[in-house]
Each structure stands twice: as structure tokens, then as C-alpha cells.
């Protein structure tokens, strides 16, 4: 499997990781650091994750200065992460903000939990609607496991393909997790502000085309 790269500094190495692929590498089973060996043979060293089912950016550090540097920035909340997620359901307002405390269960879900919970924020608004669907674009300014996933879910709006958040039966419809890290803003060492961004892939995009042709096909029926 190829990799694109998206960016490539001394320091930083991005690439737009495909739906399906680890972040990083576990016991028994390669990841994304496998496939970009070609690229650089070297110690990738990972700052943040995204779910194995979700697509788009992520972003290593080559060496243990630049780690530094950019996990700092994680832990200051400088660095802009944008999602684009399609979630079951409409909205009834063009965004919003969900302010929900989190927590990991050993059952591998993240869920809120106001006792025990860490303070987390989900900011989200509307980019397209659809029939029975929306396309959100979503800023996560914490960074806690599965947050946009859960969070969506707790206000009722699951991601469409999510097979751990949700109705199974009506996600099992879609072929693919619909979450996709559309950008991400960080600083390089020199203080230099750069994004890095990825185009949803086909596997997306085709899902959003199959619900635009269904949304046009109803509003031709509805024209007299």
C-alpha cells in the first residue's frame, strides 16, 4: 500500500493515513510507521493517533527535539485539528459546541461521565446536509481517546460506519467509518505556522456523491 505524503520537513514527516491502518505499530501487527519506511527508514516518533477506521492527517516528529516540541504543543491545545464527520441524522441548529466531561471504559468505549470525566470540548458546525445525514466540520480543542466519535453520540448524532458508537444495524450500512482529519495547524521548530491538509479519499467521497444523488433525486420528485 502506498502513502501519500503531505509534508516533509529535517524535523516532521506527514502523510495521509488510509482508513483501516494503524497509527502506530502493535504487537503482532504493522502500521502506518511500516508503510512510510520506504520513505524514511528512521525512528518515527508519534505524537497523536487517529482511530484505526478514520482517514487523513497525521503528523510524526523525526527525532526526539522535534517530539518534544510538537507534544508540547498538543498539551497547550496550539495545535488546530479540523474533521470533516458525517453523522446520522439533522441538527436542528448549524453548530454548536459540546462541552462533556470523558472517560475510557475497559470495554474500549470512551463515554462521558460527569463525576469522573475529563473536561472535554467538541466544537462542531454543518457543512452540508442531507437526507437523514449531515457532513459536519469538527475541531476537537482536547484530545481525549475516541472524543469526536463519542461526543457526537452523547448529542445524539453518531458517525455514520461507527460500529462502536451507535445503532449496529444502522451503521453497518455505511462501508466505512465516516471520519476523516481534514487539517491540521502546528508549528514547526523555527515558530513558523503551517497546515497540512488531505482531501477525503474515494472510499469517503463516495459515499457523500451516493447521498447527494439521493437528496437531488428527491428534490426533482418534490418540483411540480
Not at 488531505?198 to 418540483?223: C, D, N, Y
Request: cysteine-free.
Amino acid at each position: 500500500m502506498t502513502v501519500r505524503i503531505l509534508f516533509e520537513t529535517d524535523d516532521f514527516l506527514a502523510a495521509d493515513k488510509p482508513e483501516g491502518v494503524l497509527s502506530v505499530s502493535q504487537a503482532g501487527e504493522g502500521g502506518l510507521p511500516e508503510l512510510l519506511r520506504d520513505r524514511f527508514p528512521g525512528k518515527l516518533y508519534p505524537v497523536h493517533r487517529l482511530d484505526r477506521g478514520a482517514s487523513g492527517v497525521i503528523v510524526f516528529a523525526k527525532n526526539a527535539a522535534a517530539h518534544r516540541h510538537l507534544n508540547g504543543q498538543f498539551d497547550r491545545r496550539e495545535v488546530r485539528k479540523t474533521y470533516l464527520a458525517l453523522v446520522d441524522g439533522v441538527p436542528s441548529s448549524n453548530r454548536g459546541q459540546i462541552n462533556a466531561p470523558l472517560r475510557e471504559f475497559g470495554s474500549g468505549r470512551t463515554a462521558v461521565d460527569p463525576k469522573r470525566g475529563k473536561p472535554s470540548t467538541t466544537e462542531w458546525k454543518v457543512a452540508e446536509r442531507f437526507d437523514g445525514a449531515t457532513l459536519l466540520r469538527v475541531s476537537p480543542s482536547t484530545g481525549r481517546r475516541h472524543q469526536i466519535r463519542a461526543h457526537l453520540y452523547h448529542v445524539g448524532h453518531p458517525i455514520l460506519g461507527d460500529l462502536r458508537y451507535g445503532d449496529r444495524a444502522r451503521q453497518e450500512g455505511t462501508p466505512r467509518l465516516m471520519l476523516h482529519a481534514l487539517s491540521l495547524e502546528f508549528s514547526l521548530l523555527s515558530g513558523e505556522r503551517v497546515t497540512v491538509e488531505a482531501p477525503p479519499p474515494p472510499s469517503f467521497e463516495a459515499v457523500l456523491a451516493g447521498l447527494r444523488t439521493k437528496k437531488k433525486t428527491f428534490e426533482q420528485r418534490k418540483t411540480p
